[in-house]
């Protein structure tokens, strides 16, 4: 026989739910967009697609090992986000991206090569001073090349990339006279596949060898010619496929700085991982990275034997960050990155990181807008099949417990409002979007909610049957229930959490909402029901038969009462 629980105090319960859901929508009303509608998943809203096309150096098809390998790539760095609900698939020779919402930014930034390389800056020129050198010299030949910086010796006191005002320390300042016009050296330029006939392949990889010809050159004079003709507002044809042991004349990630480079000392995958901190002494963004073994050591012995000299970290043949070293880092150790990062772009560049670079690099077409799968009407269509179906709950449940029924419609209704607010903040804070499949969970779990509720009053009948009245059944049926409750929902909750790991698309968003709702089924069922029943119990007008329903379980307890008296009597005689 269960005890009793003691002295309990249910507004308090009640007043902690309060405080819970006051809260939660004080994030949704006064943080971030203010927005009140939780984000829809691409089936209910549509989306934007973006189709990646791999450019290998060669101009031949990438292998499906490569594509497939990119795609759980670029899945993973989707994981790393949060369930945004993105697809990505392989067709034929192409990655298609598909995200919901209007935001193509997101589906490119997935798509983002990621081959990160660490490489000693030779010298630096701002693209400003060197269209003003064109414009200052008009004697000059047009595409004269100017001369640009070397790295200073001393390092600024913030570790901030800083353009100098001296030629290459590894050659000669480069005069007017002493430069050839670009015409007659410059490699030709890239191949246009429709007028000889040639495949895209073929055309791109024209591209990739004039642009590694022209900017990845050891000759000085090239390289003097490179700088002059780099134009950093065009997209990039070398992008991600430059020789990390080559030199390399390379654009900022602004567009406003152009490095000669030297051959690259760290590859990105001896990155263990990467995180967005803000450095609060700086006011800035940064992206914090830790290598594995090989590569910390080759950055310590870098760091301490280059000290006011900088190191460039280049993102898909673009300078990300280039900060002066200021002293030797300890093998281990980790180091950041710089740069004009939002926290946003800070935690996307980490996801891209951390998760590695893609094998190939691809080139992105301009995104298209893709309509809804299911559309609104299978939207309202599933809306209405879940309130048909919580109605007709609520009518059982009216007709069965009676006044009980009440408590269990309320209790519902709470639930209902804490899980919207919480859909509504996962999907501005970490991407979530409700599909079909995610709406399924949450269904679900209002039902297992009702379960519960149904455990909850059958224990009080059973302590009813016993005899007791419905005062002194409610705690005792209660110190029953809540293990059996407990017990259901940590399996429903581990089922959910196993579908999560090892399922992908939709069905991971049906595990997150399953596992979410079974979560919240144990909070309504502690701080809303039992104090709601237990409240109800010391009423004398919810402990009347006729409001409870519960009148025929005492009638089957008075039964028992006189048949046991009567057996005793016959006992005695």
């Known amino acids: 026989?269960?005890?009793?629980?003691?002295?309990?105090?249910?507004?308090?319960?009640?007043?902690?739910?309060?405080?819970?859901?006051?809260?939660?929508?004080?994030?949704?009303?006064?943080?971030?967009?203010?927005?009140?509608?939780?984000?829809?998943?691409i089936d209910l809203q549509g989306g934007t697609r973006v189709t990646l096309t791999a450019r290998t150096p060669d101009g031949s098809a990438p292998s499906q090992d490569s594509l497939k390998q990119a795609q759980e790539i670029i899945e993973t760095r989707v994981n790393g986000l949060g369930v945004s609900g993105s697809e990505v698939v392989v067709d034929g020779d192409n990655l298609v991206i598909t995200v919901p919402g209007d935001d193509s930014a997101?589906?490119?930034?997935?798509?983002?090569?990621?081959?990160?390389?660490?490489?000693?800056?030779?010298?630096?020129i701002d693209v400003a001073t060197r269209d003003a050198n064109r414009t200052a010299t008009p004697e000059a030949p047009a595409a004269e090349t100017p001369a640009i910086d070397a790295p200073a010796p001393e390092a600024p006191a913030d570790g901030t990339q800083t353009p100098q005002n001296r030629p290459f320390l590894a050659q000669d300042p480069t005069t007017p006279e002493a430069t050839p016009a670009p015409e007659t050296t410059t490699p030709a330029p890239p191949v246009d596949a429709s007028s000889d006939g040639t495949d895209e392949g073929d055309a791109a990889a024209a591209e990739i060898a004039a642009a590694r010809a022209l900017r990845q050159s050891s000759d000085p004079t090239v390289q003097q010619q490179a700088v002059a003709n780099l134009d950093c507002s065009v997209a990039d044809p070398l992008r991600g496929n430059d020789d990390p042991t080559l030199p390399l004349v390379a654009c900022s990630q602004d567009g406003l700085n152009i490095y000669l480079l030297g051959p690259s000392i760290i590859d990105g995958q001896e990155i263990a991982d990467a995180s967005s901190v803000f450095n609060s002494q700086q006011s800035r963004h940064e992206i914090s990275l830790s290598f594995k073994t090989t590569g910390s050591n080759t950055w310590a012995e870098f760091t301490s034997a280059n000290i006011g000299k900088q190191a460039a970290f280049t993102l898909d043949s673009k300078v990300v960050s280039a900060p002066t070293i200021q002293g030797a880092t300890?093998?281990?150790?980790?180091?950041?990155?710089?740069?004009?990062?939002?926290?946003?772009?800070?935690?996307?560049?980490?996801n891209t990181l951390k998760y590695g670079s893609l094998p190939l690099s691809f080139a992105a077409?301009?995104?298209?807008?893709?309509?809804?799968?299911?559309?609104?009407?299978?939207?309202?269509?599933?809306?209405?099949?879940?309130?048909?179906?919580?109605?007709?709950?609520?009518?059982?449940?009216?007709?069965?417990?009676?006044?009980?029924g009440v408590l269990t419609a309320l209790s519902l209704i709470l639930s209902g409002v804490m899980v919207y607010a919480i859909m509504v903040l996962l999907g501005r804070y970490i991407g979530f979007t409700l599909d079909l499949a995610g709406m399924a969970g949450l269904i679900i779990g209002i039902g297992m909610t009702a379960d519960s509720f149904v455990v909850f009053f059958e224990r009080i009948k059973d302590e009813m049957r016993e005899g007791r009245s419905f005062r002194s059944a409610v705690p005792r049926g209660w110190a029953r229930a809540r293990r059996t409750i407990l017990s259901g929902n940590a399996v429903s909750f581990i089922a959910a959490a196993v579908l999560y790991v090892l399922a992908v698309g939709q069905?991971?968003?049906?595990?997150?909402?399953?596992?979410?709702?079974t979560i919240l089924d144990v909070i309504v069922v502690f701080l809303v029901t039992w104090p709601l029943v237990s409240m109800a119990s010391r009423s004398a007008f919810w402990s009347k038969p006729s409001v409870n329903g519960l009148g025929a379980v005492q009638e089957v307890a008075r039964e028992r009462k006189v048949a046991a008296a009567a057996s005793a009597k016959e006992t005695r005689a």
């Open 1 to 41: 026989m269960a005890p009793s629980t003691g002295t309990v105090h249910p507004v308090r319960y009640l007043a902690l739910f309060g405080v819970l859901v006051v809260a939660l929508y004080a994030l949704v009303f006064f943080t971030g967009d203010k927005s009140a509608t939780p984000k829809l998943g």
């Open 106 to 124: 997101q589906a490119r930034s997935l798509g983002q090569t990621a081959r990160l390389y660490i490489r000693p800056v030779t010298g630096s």
């Open 330 to 350: 300890p093998a281990g150790s980790a180091t950041s990155i710089t740069g004009s990062f939002t926290a946003e772009s800070a935690k996307e560049l980490a």
């Open 365 to 404: 077409s301009e995104a298209e807008t893709v309509s809804a799968t299911l559309g609104l009407a299978s939207l309202q269509a599933a809306l209405i099949a879940g309130a048909v179906g919580l109605v007709l709950v609520l009518l059982y449940c009216l007709v069965y417990y009676r006044m009980l």
């Open 507 to 517: 069905v991971r968003g049906f595990a997150f909402t399953l596992g979410l709702t």
